[in-house]
């Protein structure tokens, strides 16, 4: 014990001073971004399986505590831990600290490698076209983080003792966060609650005692936040997975769907009086009230650009410039129109569309084929974000259709005979 003591100690105060020396030389916001990117990293050389979960709620807390608006930093702080992520991956490969076999990803991983290699082809082309570098680099973005999330998923979450460290801490975390903002009025996405939901009904229903009344709490919690979301994507989501489930699973699943949505029932029972509940309940009402205000018109636009270039799109980046978009103003429209399937139209065409579809399609059959409750879970999530991807177009990317293929895979594998997933 004594001879641990000095190495760990001189570990912990170079991760300090690697960790305080950006904070300390760098402009405040900077240095912040600098400093949490090197914890981050060093932190994912430890422990790699915490990745995707401190990517996904990480950068939501962050910006939240920075009090960002734009949209350029928001982005910005959901990719510094995914940057963390890979570099702590090349470390530990460097260190030989790798998986003697890696994931089973052939075809699917083949798909999503093609995606990654006409993403970059599409760019070139798009500058070619004449357009701006900026607006390149934001649509190439929009479609990158899909084979980034899948690649990071199969890479950090592959055994099982690993995707279950990552579920505990995403659910303990989410769970916070979400409990805390329950009550809070205005504008909440209800993303992080949505991804839990499905997967804590299966298991809701497999558990049994008060382990299933934990279950199904924690769901309804999750859920009161999704009704609560004032998006209308993130409704369409839960119920195309609810439904997927209630018709692909056994009597375990529908079970598990049964006592959350009737826990989620009690629970706004209970909440239904605190005045930051009703205020979000107003917000709810405004946001079925409100039509789709200026995303129809850009999605006109986004259409008319593919008629043009049906097959390959206009290359990354196209925009319109100088459109009048119908009660809304003169503006610029492209290339993200708000609604991702027409964004990938506008920029890539119909192969632009194959190249997407191809992996996520793949992946699928793993889940609503062999009617694993898990992976069951996941990929009725995936058709439910398939189905949001015609009306939303999210700032970073519809990244779900990159992690719940890899989800998807990876708890169907987990049940399953090695020889039985390589070859998918």
């Not at 004032?230 to 529908?254: D, E, H, K, P």
């Not at 949001?388 to 708890?411: I, K, M, S, V, Y």
């Amino acid at each position: 014990m004594s001879r641990l003591w000095v190495p760990s100690a001189l570990t912990a105060g170079a991760i300090g001073a690697a960790t305080a020396l950006p904070v300390a030389i760098l402009p405040t916001s900077l240095g912040v971004a600098v400093g949490g990117t090197v914890l981050c990293a060093l932190g994912f050389v430890v422990w790699p399986w915490a990745v995707l979960p401190v990517g996904i709620i990480g950068g939501s807390v962050a910006s939240g505590l920075l009090g960002v608006a734009d949209v350029q930093t928001f982005v910005i702080m959901h990719t510094l831990p995914l940057v963390a992520g890979c570099a702590a991956l090349a470390v530990r490969y460097l260190l030989g600290w790798w998986p003697e076999q890696s994931p089973p990803w052939r075809r699917t991983g083949l798909a999503m490698a093609v995606l990654s290699a006409g993403i970059g082809v599409a760019a070139v082309y798009g500058l070619a076209m004449g357009n701006l570098p900026r607006n390149v680099l934001v649509a190439a973005y929009q479609v990158a983080v899909i084979p980034a999330y899948f690649f990071l998923a199969l890479h950090t979450l592959h055994t099982r003792r690993w995707l279950r460290a990552a579920a505990l801490l995403y659910l303990v975390s989410a769970g916070v966060l979400t409990t805390i903002e329950l009550s809070n009025p205005g504008r909440h996405g209800g993303l992080l609650a949505v991804l839990a939901v499905p997967p804590l009904m299966v298991l809701a229903g497999r558990a049994r005692g008060w382990r299933r009344a934990g279950l199904a709490l924690l769901t309804a919690v999750f859920l009161a936040d999704v009704v609560l979301a004032s998006y209308r994507g993130i409704w369409l989501v839960t119920g195309v997975a609810v439904l997927i489930l209630l018709v692909r699973g056994g009597a375990a699943v529908r079970r598990g769907v049964l006592v959350t949505v009737t826990g989620a029932i009690l629970l706004f029972g209970l909440i239904s009086l605190h005045p930051g509940v009703r205020e979000r309940s107003t917000v709810v009402t405004m946001a079925l009230e409100r039509d789709a205000g200026h995303r129809l018109p850009e999605s006109a636009v986004g259409l008319a650009a593919f008629a043009t270039q049906p097959l390959v799109g206009a290359g990354l980046g196209q925009s319109a410039q100088q459109v009048y978009v119908e009660g809304y103003t003169v503006t610029d429209v492209g290339p993200v129109y708000h609604a991702f399937w027409v964004m990938i139209l506008a920029n890539s065409g119909l192969l632009g569309l194959f190249a997407v579809l191809w992996p996520v399609l793949r992946a699928l059959p793993a889940g609503l084929a062999r009617r694993n409750p898990l992976a069951l879970a996941f990929a009725a999530l995936t058709c439910g974000f398939l189905g949001a991807a015609f009306f939303a177009g999210p700032t970073d990317g519809h990244w779900e259709l990159g992690l719940l293929p890899a989800l998807t895979l990876l708890a169907a594998r987990i049940r399953e005979t090695p020889t039985a997933v390589v070859a998918r």
